[in-house]
């Protein structure tokens, strides 16, 4: 047996051959679809550019349209919220709890044990949280403890040690702690109550400078409504008195002394009667100077106040000598002017305001004296152990010695250093913020505050010498020195000495140097943590859409209204060509475009073309029955353009014949058939249609006449083979619809 020699296998095609027809068949594909896709043999007459732009545009408009409703609807979904039962949705990732929202105070007990609870114990209330339309889930409430028992827990382990009774009694009124993440929300406190803090068995004033001393009272209480400190001055005594005249005018003080009034007395006459005071009050809001005092150390911020609407002012300082400005060149310039503005702090409702310079020239805050203005001062007498003593003595933690009994009683001085110096007392007193800080100015002002409070007996010598050195640190030379009112608060009966700090009477037996803040043990955190002051979640959960499952759906509707509204868009876009066509004469094919330039080129073209197509149809069916000459369509056949006889070529492949050649076709004559074509067009059958059945002819010779009788019959290529009567059929219909229907492509120069 004669094996058969490696030429006669069949040649596997290159990777790039196999790349070219799937661009190919691809391309192919295409055409078909857009011919298809548009119904409309006004756009399918039209040239090959302008009928791929109007189709192309249309599937652009399309699919617009449905991603236009895919992706709004797709994040329409997913941003909506619906709510569900939360026992069944608790573990559900895509559902979250509901907090209920509260607003209030409510107070916490040393024991752990919320306002409310059947456990909790008011004695024992010392904190408290403000609420403002606060809501929490579980998680943000746990967090929220923790941060609060991590702020006390500093401030009574590393603060506290330091701080001499007076200075506990000034954090416990003026503490508060936001957390960072509901700082508008809540606010934790200590439950202080000025009112119980400064509501002492004896009151003491004195109004004193560097050298006099005035002690004309004609009432002096505490009112625990208001916790203010009122000073009724007999405005005669204090006339007759000359050490208190020369300290402070009464005007100074806010003392009218004498005034005038209008009314209507008999017969409408009107009439005006001088009215001469005989008291004034002298008051010092103890809410107001402990909030001013916090906001100069710093222990509270201005942020934690309330700013009141329509505050804003300007002290008027009057200007500093040149002699004084070179003292402290810091403060050079034209102070004519500072600004100021009242801050108030919610947890004391009724308050007096608190002033405080708004400007780097004066950023402090001052409290208000009559019609002038000083610094709050607050202090312990010390540790001493009589009332009066002969020693002044502070209480010093850093100092084991000095921390006696005396220093855990609540023996207060509370007083306010201002100017009485005419025009320029405003201007000193912004001298002196600049001199020292308010930590400073404390230190230094213990010592003349101790001398003229009632805590120093008075039966010790005044020294001439001492009181200038106590009044040296506020001294300005020629302009004189500051000046103090100042309240002695003490008890005497230490029986009845509860050193309480809340409104429950809440004590603190041993205050000084010790940690008063933190009073709940762990396990008291734990149950604080574990048992909110109010139910937190709500009974059901709010959900959203899952996103792959929205998107499913949105997949679904926007290919059903794509669906639904293209006929409508394509018959939008058929006759708005149609309008354009008759308007405009918009040209059916390319044969009207054609350049004027080569207008006998173009003619012979075309006419070529024409009968190449023809020629082509006909042999492809089996009815080339004409008498064109082999040399004519060799003549057409050169007459096309590149792209035209690609695709030709290419078209070839699409109805079941054998792949043309590429190259130019050569011609030859057969004598036994009455259409000579060039070798190019003479097909052979590659496949069978996949719906029919082939029967396979031999070729005998004859291939003209055989091939024109078979090919009327069978609808195959002349002169090679035959097909069944089906495929033939079906075949015929293929060929001549797919060369007519791009007819119009070859004709022309145009490259498809």
């Not at 792959?548 to 868009?569: E, F, K, M, R």
Request: hydrophobic letters at 40%; charged letters at 10%.
């Amino acid at each position: 047996m004669q094996t058969p020699s490696s030429s006669s296998k069949k040649r596997l095609e290159t990777p790039a051959e196999v790349v070219n027809h799937l661009f190919r068949d691809l391309a192919l594909f295409i055409h078909d679809y857009l011919h298809n896709f548009l119904p409309s043999a006004s756009l399918r007459s039209l040239p090959p550019v302008m009928f791929y732009a109007v189709a192309v545009g249309v599937l652009c408009m399309i699919l617009a349209l449905f991603l236009y409703i895919l992706i709004s609807g797709y994040f329409l979904q997913i941003q909506q919220e619906y709510l569900a039962p939360s026992e069944r949705n608790l573990n559900n990732p895509l559902c979250k709890s509901v907090p209920f929202t509260h607003s209030g105070s409510f107070l916490m007990d040393t024991r752990g044990n919320w306002e409310g609870n059947p456990q909790f114990s008011y004695a024992d209330a010392v904190y408290v949280l403000s609420a403002d339309n606060l809501g929490l889930t579980t998680k943000q409430y746990g967090v929220m403890i923790d941060d609060f028992h991590s702020k006390v827990n500093y401030l009574g382990q590393t603060i506290a040690p330091g701080l001499d009774v007076a200075q506990q009694l000034l954090t416990w009124m003026t503490f508060v702690h936001s957390p960072p993440t509901l700082a508008a929300n809540a606010r934790f406190s200590l439950n202080a109550d000025p009112a119980v803090m400064f509501q002492r068995q004896y009151l003491s004033v004195s109004l004193v400078d560097e050298y006099r001393v005035c002690r004309s009272a004609h009432h002096l209480a505490f009112e625990p409504a208001t916790a203010t400190l009122r000073w009724t001055v007999s405005v005669a005594a204090y006339e007759e008195d000359a050490n208190c005249s020369a300290i402070a005018h009464p005007h100074l003080l806010g003392a009218l002394t004498n005034y005038t009034t209008t009314s209507i007395g008999v017969n409408n006459v009107t009439e005006t009667v001088t009215v001469e005071a005989a008291t004034w009050d002298v008051q010092i809001d103890m809410r107001t100077l402990m909030i001013a005092l916090a906001l100069n150390l710093g222990l509270l911020n201005r942020t934690d106040c309330q700013r009141v609407a329509g505050s804003d002012t300007f002290i008027h300082v009057a200007n500093l000598t040149s002699s004084l400005l070179d003292e402290e060149p810091s403060l050079a310039g034209d102070l004519t002017a500072v600004p100021f503005a009242s801050y108030l702090d919610t947890r004391y409702p009724g308050m007096l305001p608190v002033w405080c310079g708004t400007s780097a020239v004066f950023p402090h805050c001052v409290v208000r004296l009559g019609s002038t203005m000083g610094f709050p001062l607050l202090h312990h007498a010390g540790n001493a152990s009589a009332i009066p003593s002969q020693l002044a003595e502070r209480c010093l933690c850093a100092s084991s010695m000095s921390i006696s009994p005396a220093c855990h009683a609540f023996r207060l001085m509370v007083g306010v250093v201002f100017y009485n110096a005419g025009d320029t007392s405003s201007a000193l007193l912004v001298r002196l913020a600049a001199r020292y800080t308010t930590s400073g100015l404390l230190d230094v002002t213990y010592r003349p505050m101790w001398a003229a409070s009632a805590f120093r007996d008075p039966t010790l010598p005044t020294d001439a010498a001492t009181q200038v050195q106590l009044y040296s640190f506020c001294e300005f030379e020629g302009l004189g020195t500051c000046s103090f009112v100042v309240f002695s608060l003490y008890d005497v009966d230490a029986a009845f000495d509860l050193r309480a700090v809340t409104s429950s009477y809440w004590p603190l037996r041993e205050a000084a140097c010790q940690n008063t803040f933190d009073l709940v043990n762990a396990t008291a955190w734990q149950q604080l943590r574990a048992q909110p002051f109010a139910p937190l979640i709500q009974s059901y959960v709010t959900c959203h859409n899952d996103p792959w499952q929205s998107l499913s759906d949105n997949v679904g509707i926007a290919s059903g209204w794509a669906t639904l509204l293209w006929p409508y868009l394509l018959m939008f876009v058929v006759s708005s060509f149609v309008v354009a066509q008759r308007l405009w004469g918009i040209p059916a094919d390319d044969t009207s475009a054609t350049s004027s330039a080569a207008p006998a080129a173009a003619s012979s073209s075309s006419s070529a073309t024409t009968k190449v197509v023809m020629v082509a149809a006909a042999a492809g069916n089996g009815h080339a029955g004409g008498s064109v000459g082999q040399q004519q369509l060799d003549e057409a056949w050169s007459a096309l353009t590149a792209p035209q006889q690609q695709l030709l070529l290419a078209l070839a492949q699409r109805i079941p014949w054998e792949t043309l050649p590429a190259a130019t076709p050569t011609a030859h004559s057969t004598a036994r058939t009455s259409v000579s074509a060039p070798s190019s067009l003479m097909w052979r059958p590659q496949h069978s249609h996949p719906h029919t059945t082939s029967t396979p002819v031999q070729d005998d010779g004859d291939g003209g006449a055989n091939g024109g009788a078979s090919g009327g019959a069978s609808g195959g290529a002349p002169g090679r083979s035959s097909v069944s009567s089906s495929s033939s059929a079906r075949g015929s219909i293929s060929a001549s619809s797919s060369w007519c229907s791009l007819h119009s492509s070859l004709s022309g120069d145009e490259a498809v």
